[in-house]
């Protein structure tokens, strides 16, 4: 076990039996007036606790005393704040080396975040502009006061620096300049192009098919997801320090989309996944309430999804390969808050779940070279296999499955960017609402009626087709057509509209 990790266990545990039986160790017995440790009572609780906690006198004696200087410094701290109203505030600074050191800095609250961010980048020798504060999960901008994050004398506040080493300078303005760039990049995706009206990038659900959403809450989301997806590679590159920057900011666009939407997709909750697992990677102990509760969303939103059991997923998908190795992740996570919680059953519970969840998405190694070898990528062979509980025959239907899934979501999202550009191209009908629908317009064509007839009636008509018939043949002025010329029709199919008339609702139900 990590020495830092172990000492830490100990120290909750202890900190745990002080509050339970209400122990301070600021007052007397344990200390005097003037701040100086009384041995004897230290010793007597010493021989107690790690009698009662399993652990040696040492381990527990050095926590004891370190939680006692804790104590008397932020006494100390108050003492200051009340009289000078200058606040102590740590810095806790995480390099993407993941050592670590703590800043405590004496500041006016009213100074600003870049004032801060100043001060620790001189003492940590980077620029300020590579340091990004982060409080309860949201990165602090510069211009902005402390007080105004609620920020107070003694807040715990994450730093991290955002560079690898000192060797590659080109690579650290490259990350810079990427993670300021994100976000603008991500605006022009959410926005439409300037030939077609349509959008750069297209919201679809799992299966594929584009999802249609208002304006503002659609750029959210895709602002959200590009950033989402930016902070998910810096991950895998185990860049820690840029990922959870990335994935807060994308956490806040997410807060601009509706909750019923957040509540009905798993994105947000992988999100909230993924930026546990950057406290955990950056052993960002003072994030834990914040992951604590990202962790509870999380779990929430896929029962929502999958079932607490995946029972859903599996109905709907008939396998629960991939998500089952988001609810180990999240079941790993979990165990990690509880035992930084003291909750050591809880946490040991979960960690054996979280142990047995990852030995059965192992996959055999042959296996998944075979499948490679027939031509499916690493993910698929993967994936497949998971699904298939190791059946490689069953492996190479389900990929097959998948594959042909995403052929037909594709035609069908590139049919209906296709039909949207056509309703342009007829216009809007006069209601200033509703588009000239495409099949109406070939089917009053296909009756005998001329391209731009068929258009203007049904731009008149809002889309009626018997109302557009008889524009055309009783009221042609009302058109303002260029031409004049008669319009040859098939007897049988006038016959066939005006007998449906009486059933306009019965027509449009069929047509739309």
């Known amino acids: 076990m990590d020495s830092d990790l172990k000492t830490e266990g100990i120290r909750i545990q202890i900190r745990e039996k002080l509050n339970e039986e209400r122990v301070k160790l600021w007052q007397s017995p344990y200390c005097t007036e003037d701040g100086v440790t009384c ?48 606040a102590t505030i740590r810095v806790r600074v995480t390099d993407k080396n993941h050592s670590r050191r703590i800043i405590s800095l004496e500041t006016k609250l009213s100074a600003t975040v870049q004032e801060v961010q100043e001060e620790v980048a001189s003492q940590v020798g980077v620029g300020f502009d590579r340091i990004k504060l982060i409080l309860s999960g949201k990165v602090l901008k510069m211009n902005t006061e402390l007080h105004t994050h609620g920020i107070q004398n003694g807040t715990h506040i994450m730093a991290v620096i955002l560079h690898s080493n000192p060797k590659e300078l080109q690579a650290v303005e490259s990350r810079h300049r990427r993670m300021e760039a994100t976000l603008a990049d991500a605006k022009l995706l959410a926005s439409k192009s300037n030939v077609n009206n349509d959008y750069y990038l297209q919201v679809a659900d799992q299966s ?66 993924d930026i546990a697992w950057c406290y955990l990677c950056l052993r960002s102990v003072s994030d834990i309430p914040d992951a604590e509760q990202r962790l509870r969303k999380c779990e929430m939103n896929f029962h929502q999804s999958y ?58 190694d042959y296996s998944l070279s075979t499948l490679m070898e027939l031509g499916y990528t690493a993910a698929e062979a993967r994936f497949g296999l998971r699904a298939a509980h190791g059946n490689l025959s069953a492996a190479v239907l389900y990929i097959t499955k998948q594959r042909e899934d995403k052929v037909k979501a594709k ?40 391209s731009e007839a068929a258009r203007l009636a049904l731009q008149q008509s809002n ?18 057509m260029a031409s004049t010329s008669k319009f040859r029709v098939k007897k049988e199919v006038l016959q066939q509209v005006f007998s449906a008339a009486s059933h306009e609702r019965a027509m449009k139900l069929h047509f739309f």
């Open 39 to 86: 041995e004897e009572e230290m010793q007597i609780l010493v021989k107690n606790y790690s009698s009662s906690l399993g652990i040696s006198a040492d381990s527990c004696l050095a926590s004891l005393l370190e939680l006692q200087r804790h104590a008397l410094d932020r006494l100390r701290e108050r003492d200051r704040f009340r009289e000078t109203g200058l």
């Open 463 to 480: 889309n009626n087709v018997s109302h557009s018939v008889q524009l055309i043949q009783e009221q042609p002025s009302l058109l303002n």
């Open 208 to 273: 594929g098919k584009t999802l249609n959403l208002p304006q503002e809450e659609r750029e959210a989301l895709v602002i959200a997801m590009s950033l989402h997806e930016t902070g998910r590679l810096a991950l895998k590159k185990e860049d820690y320090a840029l990922a959870l920057v990335l994935l807060l900011e994308a956490d806040k666009e997410f807060s601009r989309c509706k909750s019923d939407l957040l509540q009905s997709v798993d994105n947000y909750a992988l999100l909230n996944l």
């Open 307 to 364: 079932g607490p059991n995946l029972e859903r997923l599996l109905a709907l998908k008939g396998t629960t390969g991939n998500e089952a190795a988001l609810f180990m992740r999240l079941h790993l996570l979990q165990a990690v808050v509880l035992f930084h919680q003291n909750k050591r059953q809880e946490a040991s519970t979960l960690l054996a779940r979280a142990d047995s969840e990852l030995s059965s998405l192992k996959v055999d």
């Open 411 to 450: 035609k069908e999202e590139e049919a209906e960017t296709q039909l949207n550009r056509e309703r342009r191209k007829l216009g809007r009908c006069a209601d200033g609402f509703q588009w000239v629908e495409p099949k109406l317009h070939k089917l009053l064509i296909s009756m005998g009626f001329s």
